[in-house]
């Protein structure tokens, strides 16, 4: 029988609304509802509140999205809030209400799931390579990891671990070992409200071993130990580096949700009702509520999202909100502007200045070239290298260039334009 995607996708959020609760209350916190909203409340600074797949009634989502902020903030321990969503709604209402409240959009989760039924292909795996499942959580302890800095597939697996005697027949915890070193590991969770799904989270393999095999080999030995245990499907939300490898090992795409986060800045100073406002109505492109606010902005100050104005127009696809504030004199931005499909004022933007071209951004840690590496975009990338952008500029937390972003990321028609502009970069440089 083939897989029915949309009682996967439900699946997947039944699933992963075990695990977060799973989590809170291993930590010593709850699971509440508010008018719809499925959240949970850990009571640990480590772990971020979590909002589930939340449906909004008309008309008073505001409200209550103001009611579990205040429970979060009254709690005053957690590092954080996110918001999960089985499809890609940041321009809807919920998203609205979020970015006005101090969330900022985040990555898309990729929600994907294994028909267990189905046959498929491995891939060739290292000589050496052993995958066992773990059950002692010195396992994962590593000199390196001694360092809050340390790898953090390990400590997202000794964390996990820990769910591993909490919840036994619930939770497996999985290492891969190479030559008797530990490389990767992944979890594995049964949720026993939901028959015959599984969960997989936390694939991870050292940086220095990808891309040999190991994270197919460890998650194919995760799903077989679902369908000994009786499980049908596993299901999992893919982050952009991870959904190139589930496909090799028999998942197919679901559906893209979104992700939205909310970082300890903004829960400790939350948003003035003013910023609400002016927020919502940049993100609706509501004009007259923008004419209409009763004290003058600051047009260019991020917003408690962390996003200036004119990014949160961009975001929201509002040109009409993004001119009104470049009326008033805010600055441009040359992502908002091609967001918004502005191409030519971008051009002319960049013939006319090219100060930041290069520069790092202190949110991503990327410059603007790195940014068009990840959206996989050939025609912003060209725009910018023809304005002069540096093509062999690094990001502050790889160290990388745009080049090793585009080689790492697969985007062969990037690599081309980059690995040529290098070139041309390093004769210039030598001439």
Known sequence: MALNRARAL??????????????????????????????????SGALTATLAFPWLRPGAGGAALDA?????RAQGRVRGAS?????????????????????????????????????????????????????????????????PDGPEWRRTARVNQELVALRPQQVWEFGAFLDGEAVGGTTLFVPPELPGVALLNDVG?????????????????????????????????????????????????LSRGQTWWMHRPALETPPTPDQVRFTEALARGDLPALESLPDDPDLD???????????????????????????????????????????????EQLRRSTEGISAVAPRSGATLLHEAVLRNDLALLRTLLAA?????????????????WARFMGRADLVELLERAEWDHRRDERE
Not at 86 to 112: D, I, S
């Open 68 to 72: 579990i902020l205040r429970g979060i």
């Open 301 to 347: 100050a991020p917003l408690p999202s962390g996003s200036t104005p004119l990014q949160v127009a961009a975001t929201f696809g509002q040109s009409d909100a993004a001119g009104w504030l470049l009326d008033r004199g805010a600055r441009f931005d040359v992502l908002a502007g091609w967001d918004l499909g502005w191409r030519e004022r971008v051009a």
């Open 205 to 253: 393999v050292a940086p220095e071993q990808r891309r040999r095999g190991i994270g197919s080999a460890i998650t194919d030995v995760a799903c077989s130990h679902a369908r000994a245990l009786g499980c049908r499907m596993v299901v999992l939300n893919a982050t952009p580096d991870g959904e190139r490898l589930y496909p090799h090992v028999g998942f197919v795409s």
């Open 10 to 43: 439900h699946g997947a959020a039944l699933a992963h609304r075990a695990w977060f609760a799973l989590g809170a209350r291993h930590s010593g916190g709850d699971i509440y509802r508010e008018s719809g909203i499925w959240w949970t409340l850990p009571a």
């Open 388 to 404: 002069g952008a540096d093509p062999t500029v690094q990001d502050s937390t790889h160290h990388a260039t745009p080049l090793g």
């Open 83 to 147: 918001c999960w969503t089985l499809r890609p709604e940041h321009r809807t209402e919920l998203g609205v209400l979020l970015v006005a409240r101090g969330f900022e959009v985040g990555w898309q989760a990729h929600w994907m799931a294994r028909d267990l039924s189905a046959p498929y292909a491995l891939r060739r795996t290292p000589t050496g390579l052993e995958i066992a499942q773990v059950e002692d959580v010195r396992t994962w302890d590593h000199r390196e990891d001694a360092h």
